[in-house]
């Protein structure tokens, strides 16, 4: 599928209740527990995506289900980027990036003057890592409750 443009995608909160939402997140820490040392699995999964102060979104394309992600609220105007994942036959399209500017739009919309996100250091979180500092993120100090080491690093932006 060709690269599409970031109005090609509806993007809207989602209650965490439809079958290929959920299968998308199952599928989502099935590769970070396959990819990550254990005690390394910082994704959430549906429960605690629907805890108070996280905003789950959906991006769809004609219905089809092609990115999720959330904004969890940190306090002191922070908030942090959870549950990025792109669909397989979305993957290299756009939708990761459209999902990646909404929570951003979204973040600064509700006063928020700053965004992080926890990684991991494999392979597979090359591609997402050229999308964060595509559009601001940098590394930076540990916070929250992770650790910086030889495998976790963090990015923030300055909104």
Same mark, same amino acid.
């Given at each position: 599928?060709?690269?599409?443009?970031? /109005? !090609?995608?509806?993007?809207?909160?989602?209650?965490? /209740?439809?079958?290929? +939402?959920?299968?998308?997140?199952?599928?989502?820490?099935?590769?970070?527990?396959?990819?990550?040392?254990?005690?390394? +699995?910082?994704?959430?999964?549906?429960?605690?995506?629907?805890?108070?102060?996280?905003?789950?979104?959906? !991006?769809?394309?004609?219905?089809?289900?092609?990115?999720?992600?959330?904004?969890?609220?940190?306090?002191?105007? =922070?908030? /942090?980027?959870?549950?990025?994942?792109?669909?397989? !036959?979305?993957?290299?399209?756009?939708?990761?990036?459209?999902?990646? #500017?909404?929570?951003?739009?979204?973040?600064?919309? =509700?006063?928020?003057?700053?965004?992080?996100?926890?990684?991991? =250091?494999? /392979?597979?979180?090359?591609?997402?890592?050229?999308?964060?500092?595509?559009?601001?993120?940098?590394?930076?100090?540990?916070?929250?409750?992770? +650790?910086?080491?030889?495998?976790?690093?963090?990015?923030? #932006?300055?909104?």
């Amino acid at each position: 599928m060709a690269r599409l443009p970031r /109005e !090609a995608f509806a993007i809207t909160p989602d209650p965490l /209740e439809a079958p290929d +939402v959920l299968a998308l997140l199952e599928r989502h820490l099935a590769e970070m527990h396959r990819c990550s040392p254990a005690c390394k +699995v910082h994704a959430l999964d549906a429960t605690r995506l629907k805890e108070p102060g996280v905003t789950f979104f959906a !991006a769809r394309r004609d219905g089809e289900l092609a990115a999720v992600g959330a904004l969890k609220r940190l306090g002191d105007r =922070q908030g /942090e980027i959870k549950s990025m994942r792109a669909a397989d !036959a979305y993957r290299g399209t756009g939708a990761g990036e459209a999902i990646l #500017l909404h929570l951003i739009d979204t973040a600064r919309a =509700q006063g928020l003057t700053w965004l992080g996100l926890e990684t991991g =250091q494999h /392979e597979v979180f090359e591609p997402a890592h050229r999308l964060y500092a595509k559009h601001g993120f940098a590394p930076c100090e540990a916070y929250a409750d992770y +650790v910086i080491d030889d495998f976790s690093i963090c990015m923030g #932006l300055s909104l």
